[in-house]
């Protein structure tokens, strides 16, 4: 009977995650400075007459809704893969360097001026730097199936990209190139269209499919590496799968949107008891609650400073930065 039960809470806990997605998503095309009668943008969209309401929606609300909604579900998904093959509740998509090294690319296309003569360069230079990163993180790593080496790698990896970043602002000539790196870190959904979306949607949906695959690996690792390597699955083909698609996913994501940090560690543990700890159901669950997150941070940020918009990515820190220090609190006390 337990049994039952429990099979009946895991479609009943997807229905709720895709009506959470759904709702924070038409919350995303209708809130915003300039207010949009919806009967007055369903007349104009059928009528196709090119009023401003319509334009609004289509140029500036849908391509950011669509991105906030594509962005969090890799968020929420690379975090749970990269938790579950690292067996670490403290792991999440920055851990291997991706978030860095993304931000590092499109640093240095802000710096040498890239940006300013095509759109394109931005997330360009950051799906660039990401896979450079990631190449790197991977030679260190070398054929190590320690978890431990691997998280050695990428915390090298991110240190070396944050100097480097920091360089760049350091030795910028001009003070307003240096303020735009400064908001592009912090992370954002504003002001993208649908040149990002197309650009980042393949990387980000092939970087997808590819971590869906280590599902049941991902399983067999909860009873342990031996365990896992009985059943016939290869940690080293485990890890390449999971490295190349964090590195398409998020390093697209990044390079879109910049730095939106904590969507990968919180959403996972807040769903993992009601997915029973079994990562084949986590990963689905955690794409539907980083996209239901992200949308409803980016719905808060236009609600909460209208005049000049709080970065998503600040709102996500301040969000995730207590959460943490609640995770690291409470692992301490069960070592303890």
């Not at 391509?63 to 969090?72: C, D, E, K, S, T």
């Not at 998280?151 to 910028?172: C, D, E, K, P, Y």
């Not at 699955?233 to 799968?241: A, I, S, T």
């Amino acid at each position: 009977m337990r049994k039952e039960q429990y099979l009946i809470r895991i479609p009943i806990l997807f229905f709720v995650l895709a009506i959470a997605v759904i709702v924070a998503f038409l919350a995303s095309l209708l809130v915003g400075p300039a207010s949009i009668n919806p009967f007055e943008l369903l007349r104009a969209i059928f009528s196709g007459e090119a009023v401003t309401a319509s334009l609004i929606f289509f140029e500036i609300r849908l391509p950011r809704a669509i991105l906030g909604l594509m962005v969090g579900a890799t968020l929420g998904l690379t975090g749970a893969a990269l938790q579950g093959y690292l067996r670490n509740p403290l792991a999440e998509p920055g851990i291997i360097g991706v978030s860095a090294s993304a931000s590092l690319g499109a640093v240095i296309a802000f710096y040498f001026g890239l940006a300013g003569l095509f759109a394109l360069a931005l997330p360009l230079g950051g799906m660039l730097g990401a896979g450079l990163g990631v190449l790197v993180v991977h030679l260190l790593a070398g054929r190590s199936n320690s978890p431990l080496t691997f998280i050695l790698a990428g915390v090298a990896v991110t240190s070396f990209a944050a100097a480097l970043t920091s360089l760049a602002l350091n030795m910028a000539e001009n003070p307003f190139a240096a303020l735009e790196i400064m908001f592009w870190l912090m992370g954002s959904l504003a002001d993208r269209s649908f040149e990002h979306v197309w650009l980042s949607a393949p990387f980000i949906f092939l970087g997808c499919l590819v971590l869906m695959t280590i599902a049941r690996p991902l399983d067999a690792l909860t009873l342990g590496e031996d365990a896992a390597q009985t059943m016939g699955f290869n940690l080293g083909k485990v890890r390449r799968r999971l490295i190349f698609g964090t590195a398409l996913s998020v390093g697209a994501a990044t390079s879109v949107a910049g730095a939106i940090g904590f969507v990968g560690l919180v959403v996972p543990h807040l769903l993992r008891r009601l997915t029973g700890n079994r990562p084949s159901r986590l990963l689905p669950a955690s794409a539907f609650g980083g996209a239901a997150l992200t949308l409803t941070a980016d719905v808060a940020v236009r609600l909460l400073s209208p005049g000049r918009e709080l970065k998503i990515g600040v709102l996500t820190a301040l969000i995730g930065a207590p959460f943490f220090l609640y995770l690291v609190l409470r692992q301490r006390k069960e070592l303890s």
